[in-house]
């Protein structure tokens, strides 16, 4: 709660911020062209695997500047963050624990290591952790919570959304015609494909004041669920809202961000990584067809893919 969360969250803000965003999309788009020229051809493979996981976890390693050859790291991480049975994941708690523990260490010697740098010319996450006077005196476990919001937030969300857009998009291949036929369509089709995946179905609050809602009464100290899933397929406010459909007239009226003082701050980076990823793709794939059953993780509360078999045809 502010003030405390507006002083950590400012301290890594500049990660994000427009100008740096600018410097981002080339190396994106670098690699994006790299992960996608070097898929298979003419035989099927696993989409999650080979794009989103490999794209985001690239970006990850980028804007903590973690060491690149250990980025997949991250993804187990993020992994582990979210697999415990509280979630819905089968991971025994001490497995969890045991992992998450290493993360810490991992982080801590970063952190020891980063403060040696100069902050004007290192823009890292951990770097500018360990600088600011919010984020430089974290108690351990405080310190973990911080990161495992920024990897989550930087990886499931996106990694999810790369492969719910080509989900999607076979579920009403109406809408991949209309996106062949019109590429500028995209930066519409982005924010949808984050509405219709809503890669993290929900988030509890504890209520500060009685309020009533809906006819109900929720008390002071109440543990209260959103569930952004249900809101972004609520009839009342999103016209045909089980649909998908890459040109809805205000695409970026939808949940899965958060709203108000706990927005997700990277999401404008998620909508860049989607948009570049899917320019890139238009321009040398007829169609990324999906030729089995998608595998979803076990989480209630991650909305994601663990696998994708997909088939690529060139133009």
């Known amino acids: 709660d502010p003030p405390v969360h507006a002083d950590q969250r400012k301290a890594v803000t500049g990660v994000v911020a427009p100008m740096n965003l600018a410097k981002l999309e080339t190396v994106i788009r670098e690699r994006v062209i790299r992960i996608i020229d070097n898929l298979p051809e003419n035989e099927e493979f696993n989409w999650v695997e080979k794009v989103s996981i490999e794209l985001t976890t690239q970006m990850l390693a980028t804007i903590f500047d973690f060491p690149f050859a250990e980025r997949r ?39 020891n290591e980063r403060v040696k740098r100069d ?17 430089n005196q974290l108690e351990p476990m405080e310190y973990l919570g911080n990161l495992l919001l920024l990897i989550i937030g930087g990886n499931d969300t996106t990694r999810n959304s790369i492969s719910g857009g080509v989900y999607a998009l076979n579920q009403f291949p109406d809408q991949y015609k209309k996106l062949r036929q019109s590429p500028d369509l995209i930066p519409k089709m982005v924010p949808e494909i984050i509405r219709w995946q809503t890669p993290l179905t929900h988030m509890r609050r504890i209520a500060k ?19 952004y899933l249900s809101g972004n397929r609520d009839e009342s406010v999103i016209e045909d809202a089980e649909r998908f459909v890459i040109d809805r007239p205000n695409p970026r009226h939808h949940l899965s961000f958060g709203y108000g003082i706990h927005r997700c701050m990277g999401n404008r980076l998620a909508e860049m990584q989607l948009r570049v990823l899917w ?27 663990s696998k994708l078999p997909v088939r690529v045809h060139r133009l």
């Not at 993804?75 to 415990?84: E, N, V, Y």
């Not at 902050?119 to 984020?135: C, F, K």
């Not at 320019?279 to 994601?304: H, P, T, Y």
């Open 73 to 111: 790291k991250l993804t187990d991480w993020s992994d582990l963050a979210t697999s415990s049975t509280a979630l819905g994941g089968v991971l025994p708690d001490e497995v969890r624990r045991e992992g998450l523990m290493e993360c810490l260490d991992y982080f801590t010697e970063l952190r």
């Open 119 to 135: 902050p004007q010319e290192h823009n890292d996450l951990i770097t500018l952790m360990a600088h600011s006077p919010a984020t």
């Open 209 to 227: 004041r009685d309020v009533e809602m809906h006819g109900k009464t929720i008390k002071e100290g109440d543990k209260v669920i959103m569930w």
């Open 279 to 305: 320019e890139e793709i238009l321009k040398r794939f007829q169609l990324i067809e999906v030729v089995g059953d998608a595998e979803r993780v076990s989480s209630n509360f991650i909305r994601g893919y």
